[in-house]
């Protein structure tokens, strides 16, 4: 049983890292219709500029980890403007080839900075939490109060919000919208913050039980629209319970199979999912 809820415990730990990065791809989905593969760039961005901060300036953990999103944020913002914004209007690939070259662009950066090294960033919950037998890291505790606190906050920021009611109106309908006098850039523009702040925190938290590294980001992108196609395009429920869903089917595959075969299982649950239900698991919500 003890091992059982170790598992459990590390299945929230990455389901809540798993949804915050699909919870911002969704969202970008959601309002632009842009499957944007640059995501899984700036969760890479977000865990080296909060190791950045944290060793180079010596600045406290959680300074580090809001310096991380707004960096990402500001980042995902020049992104939108700048590449996404004037392709609008065309359709087919466009999108996703601007989004693939500023992966390698970001990528390319990072290493040209930071070298190509693995490195680990300290955290200052460093120690175990024993909790009726079941031992944790601190970090890992963390990682699942200050992810599902953040869907939390995003969830009544979205529903309580003047703002977030008109995020949710731009994925109804973008037409719509702008006849009601909403302003389509500014809400893109907020949208792609929020999800580049959402990176940037998923990866702060992460960062301490991985490691850092230019292509840290593609395997967790890939991951993520594993997710969301999973949920449902464009669905936030859908992102949070995919997400956990591929981190308590990782964290019990790893346990019961092995390790070898745990970043396989979300691959093998989306051909499953799919033969089943096409659509996903959830077909409305954000958009």
Known sequence: ??????????????????????????????IMHVPNFAHGAFYMVGAFAAFFLMSNWGLNYWVAMAGAGVVV?????????????????????????????ILLFLEASAQAMFGADFRRMQ???????????????????????????????????????????TIIAMAQNRDGAALVGIDANRVAMMTFAISGVLAAVAAALYAPINLVYPAMGNLVITKAFVIIVLG??????????GGLIIGFAESFGAFYISTDYKDIIAFVLLVVVLSLRPQGLFTTGAR
């Open 123 to 165: 955290t200052p919950y460093a120690g175990i939490i024993s909790m009726g037998g079941v031992t944790l890291p601190s970090q890992r505790l963390l990682i699942i109060v200050a992810a599902f606190a953040l869907m939390l906050a995003l969830h009544l920021f979205l529903r309580k919000t003047t703002t977030g009611a």
């Open 232 to 241: 449902g395009m464009g669905s936030v429920p859908g992102a949070i319970l």
């Open 73 to 101: 944020a500001v980042i995902a913002v020049i992104s939108e403007r700048l590449v996404f914004h004037p392709l609008r209007h065309h359709e087919g690939l466009h999108h996703m080839i601007a989004a693939i070259g």
């Open 1 to 30: 049983m003890e091992l059982i809820l170790e598992q459990i415990l590390n299945g929230l730990t990455l389901g809540g890292v798993y949804s915050l990065v699909a919870l911002g791809l969704t969202l970008v989905y959601g």
